[in-house]
């Protein structure tokens, strides 16, 4: 149901791990000399890579300033990072439906719409509860379902269910196929809330 | 008024018949409740009733659903909060409400429907069977 920073950790590894290739290929090469024998300017191997007085590069005050700013800059980048390891359910706010806005707008709460597919799921035999959540734009809807069923349910006969009536249904509401539907189904001990009477059409004999 | 002309032709006549007539007034809420109605007429739409500040209302398909309407001059600015029947195709059912509303509005009342914005507040299947007696 939530989504979680897969691509954001993708990028940000591959860019430090890029990063920390280079650093390590570059250390290599200085050890060995290789970097000497390619550019004499290069330090020579066994000898320190920083000749000099560290001192006297780092006592004006902007560079005090400079590594400061940059401190603070890379502890929130990483901050950020850490926040965006939240997962979050990201739900649609309001789907826009109409297509000419000057004759007036149509609004439809992704809420609304959730609801009705959880409602329609609820009437499911064996269904003990659901949550739905819609994503996307009205023109490209994702679905995702977590539905909770009892032990004695028919797994495939839900899933069956929801494939031929709930989604085309709410295709046929949107009137655009899903892009994306996901589904996850939760096992439970509770018996399931609907069924404990039903409408009856049955003759009446006095 | 051009009392002294009145004995001049039919036409200052007309003129003189149409202004003893008196006024029509219409009120804003008028509007909202005729808009309301044909809204409500409609098989798949519907409104909610019941309820303290919003809180505990339930939706219902006989209820007329609620409509605001802005007035300026001869034009009106309609909003809709409806619900609707699931699963009808939102776009169509909607447009079709929209269609009906300005032209029964205008037709009723003479007041140009210049928009219609409609937002949909909640969707229930027809027979909506919770498997629960309902309290009476």
Redesign the interface.
Request: aromatic share 8%; hydrophobic share 30%; charged share 30%.
């Given at each position: 149901m939530r989504q979680h920073a897969g691509v954001l950790n993708r990028t940000w590894l591959l860019i430090l791990g890029i990063l920390a290739l280079a650093g390590g290929v570059l250390t290599l090469l200085a050890a060995n000399g290789t970097l000497h024998a390619m550019s004499p300017a290069m330090p020579a191997a066994e000898s320190p890579v920083v000749t000099g007085d560290l001192h006297t590069v780092f006592e004006p005050a902007y560079v005090t300033a400079i590594v400061l700013v940059a401190g603070v800059l890379i502890g929130a980048l990483g901050l950020s990072w850490i926040l965006a390891q939240i997962p979050r359910r990201n739900p649609a706010d309001t789907y826009r439906l109409h297509q000419d806005p000057a004759s007036g707008t149509t609004l439809c709460d992704a809420a609304a719409l959730a609801s009705a597919v959880e409602n329609q799921i609820n009437t499911l035999p064996g269904v003990v509860g659901s949550s739905a959540l819609l994503r996307g734009t009205a023109m490209e809807p994702d679905l995702t379902m977590k539905i909770t069923v009892n032990n004695r349910a028919d797994i495939q006969d839900v899933l069956h269910r929801i494939n031929t009536t709930v989604i085309p249904d709410l295709s046929t509401a949107l009137e655009t196929p899903l892009r994306r539907t996901g589904i996850q189904i939760e096992i439970s001990g509770r018996n399931a809330l609907a069924g404990t009477t039903v409408a009856t059409t049955g003759t009446v004999i006095y | 008024m051009n009392t002294a002309a009145a004995p001049a032709g039919s036409q200052d006549l007309e003129y003189r018949d149409l202004d003893s007539r008196g006024r029509t007034v219409l009120d804003r809420k008028v509007v909202e409740k005729i808009a309301g109605q044909v809204a409500g007429e409609e098989s798949f739409a519907g409104g909610s009733s019941g309820g303290f500040l919003g809180i505990g209302a339930h939706s219902d398909f006989s209820v007329r659903p609620k409509v605001t309407v802005e007035l300026a001059g001869n034009m009106a600015v309609?909003s809709v909060e409806i619900g609707l029947l699931?699963?009808?195709?939102?776009?169509?059912a909607?447009?079709q409400l929209?269609r009906r509303i300005s032209e029964r509005v205008t037709a009723l009342t003479g007041v140009e429907v210049r928009?219609?914005?409609?937002?949909?507040?909640?969707?229930?299947?027809a027979d909506?069977?919770?498997?629960?007696?309902r309290l009476l």
């Open positions: - | 309609l699931y699963p009808v195709p939102l776009r169509q909607t447009e929209r928009q219609v914005d409609i937002t949909v507040s909640w969707l229930k299947p909506e069977i919770t498997g629960r007696r």
